[in-house]
């Protein structure tokens, strides 16, 4: 079965700080996909990023960096010099290849406090 | 359109009434998917869409609930007799449903917040 954990419920950072979101995954299946989204206080899902399960390189974009390792099935968030407008809930995601559905954590509320 | 709409974008029912949620998806994408968010939550997967067909019905929580896609397009989802912990911001999200291919990715739309009294 395939499960995603997101075991921090709320984090409140004050802004500049960095902070790391956790995902950490479950899947027996080798080949897969891992996503993270933001849900802003306006309440749509925005798509951050995806990663393949064959492509360990983190990704840098902006302020925002990410590290997966299939060692400890973990793809995590950092936000650096966090602001604001970073307030939201972020969701991460898994999807098996060749199927649709994607599984859900539980998300992560992230409080920005000026 | 350029992305997901949903409509109503709210909606407030009494208790027993039957209601009716419109998705419709980003053009070109073949896979819909219905989620619900209670106040405070995370995503409950509810139904998904290939096409015009559901694979997976798991996620749909009683027999009042029921989603039809039509023409591969536009998804309804159908409530009956409402009940009030049905009230929850439902989303609907669409994607190429290109299962084998590594770029395949959902897309969500705005949400209907439901709320019965």
Same mark, same amino acid.
């Given at each position: 079965a395939q499960k995603v954990t997101q075991a921090?419920?709320? %984090? $409140? =950072? =004050? #802004?500049?700080?960095d902070v790391t979101l956790d995902c950490v995954y479950e899947t027996r299946d080798t080949t897969y996909?891992? @996503?993270?989204?933001?849900q802003p206080p306006s309440g749509e899902l !925005? @798509?951050? %990023?995806?990663?393949? $399960? @064959?492509? #360990?390189?983190? #990704?840098? $974009?902006?302020?925002? $960096?990410?590290?997966f390792q299939k060692s400890t099935s973990s @793809?995590?968030?950092? %936000?650096?010099a966090s602001q =604001? =407008?970073?307030? +939201? !809930?972020?969701?991460? +995601?898994?999807?098996l290849y060749n199927f649709n559905k994607f599984y859900f954590g539980s998300g992560t509320k992230l409080n920005v406090k000026p | 359109g350029a992305g997901v709409s949903q409509s109503p974008s709210n909606k407030v029912t009494e208790k027993g009434k039957?209601? /009716?949620l419109r998705c419709d998806p980003i053009s070109g994408h073949t896979a819909l998917y219905w989620y619900r968010q209670s106040l405070g939550q995370g995503l409950e997967f509810l139904i998904y869409f290939q096409g015009n067909?559901?694979?997976?019905?798991?996620?749909?929580?009683?027999?009042?609930?029921?989603? /039809?896609? &039509?023409?591969g397009s536009v998804s309804t989802l159908t409530? *009956?007799? &409402? *009940?009030? /912990?049905d009230s929850a911001v439902y989303l609907c999200a669409s994607s190429f449903g290109l299962a084998a291919s590594s770029t395949d990715t959902q897309y969500f739309g705005p949400g209907t917040r439901l709320t019965v009294l």
């Open positions: 921090q419920t709320e %984090i $409140s =950072v =004050v #802004e500049k700080e996909y891992l @996503f993270w989204y933001k !925005v @798509f951050l %990023i995806r990663r393949n $399960s @064959f492509d #360990e390189q983190n #990704e840098i $974009s902006g302020r925002y $960096s990410w590290n @793809f995590n968030f950092t %936000i650096t =604001v =407008v970073d307030s +939201a !809930v972020y969701f991460c +995601a898994l999807r | 039957d209601v /009716e067909s559901a694979p997976d019905k798991s996620g749909l929580p009683s027999d009042r609930f029921s989603a /039809e896609r &039509t023409g409530i *009956q007799r &409402t *009940q009030q /912990e």
